[in-house]
């Protein structure tokens, strides 16, 4: 049986410090060494919906969990100020007033919010004095195939513009063509542009074939400074899913081993359910645990998630909720 993903307490926790990871050289024989034995890590994967299982008193904590961890995103083409500027309101205030006080938990808010470099003023001003940080997708978001020139000046301006945390998308082509070096430079660079921002490497596993691909990716991005690695932009065919996941979060956990550095992990696209969401929730907490199960290490990118916390908040506070399980960990 899973015990709460949090504490009363520690949803209040003010912003984290973002940690920063400084990088290191490109350690070709490290990055030819990983393997992925994807019929093990598959066979894994496919136990971990099943055999979840979330005590009621704790469902609450844990989604409220996942709140904090959501870059609330919208990143559509009809994107709008007005659509942008009610995100910001969203992530302000993620759950129903009378829902959180019922909970005792008032004042949570979302990690982040997520949105394209055109919005990124929009959406600072919206959030002014909130301390919820702007994430803007800024390298040619979904393809990553502009000059790599203007992607670099895409970041600088995001950067520029307010956004703290900058979603960079990696060129597949490297991966595809075991490139490791022109992906550790294209990283290294970015990173540089960044300059204070936080940054996620947007791996876009969908599109890399393997997990062993998925793997090295992840562990040259992390070699050359990314803080978080991220599994997708959501517009690939395949997006985040459990076995990519698990690979992505043991190459975080042997990196952590070597360096003692933490980087960050973020699934994104299609994640919309509240129960995916406890799931990947309880394999963070196994695979790298609990240190990773707050903000500054973990999120997820999604667009429709809340809508469906909420509701399973909703129906837990006029459905099942009673006194006796207020505070499941107070
Ligand atoms: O980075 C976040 C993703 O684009 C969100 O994908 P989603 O709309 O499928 O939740």
Redesign the pocket.
Known sequence: MLQPATTSQDTHLPQLTLTRNPGMDLDMNWVRSVQANTSAIERRAATLPARRSVKKDYQAAWLLKAVTCI?L???SGDDTAARVRRLCAKARQPVNAQVLAALDMPGITTGAV?IYHEMVETAVAALDGSGIPVAA?STGF?AGLSPFDLRIEEIRRSVAAGASEI?IVISRRHVLEGNWQALYDEMREMRAACGEAHVKA?LATGELGTLRNVARASLVCMMAGADFI?T????ESV?ATLPVSLTMIRAIRDYHTATGIHVGY?P?????KAKDAITYLALIKEELGARWLQPDLFR??????LGDIERQLEHHVTGNYSAAHRHPMG
Request: proline letters at 4%; hydrophobic letters at 30%.
């Open positions: 870059d995103t919208t990143l997520c997708v979904p979603d947007i991220k997708s932009t959501g517009k997006n973020k994104a696209g299609g994640i919309s997820f990118g999604a667009s429709s998630l």
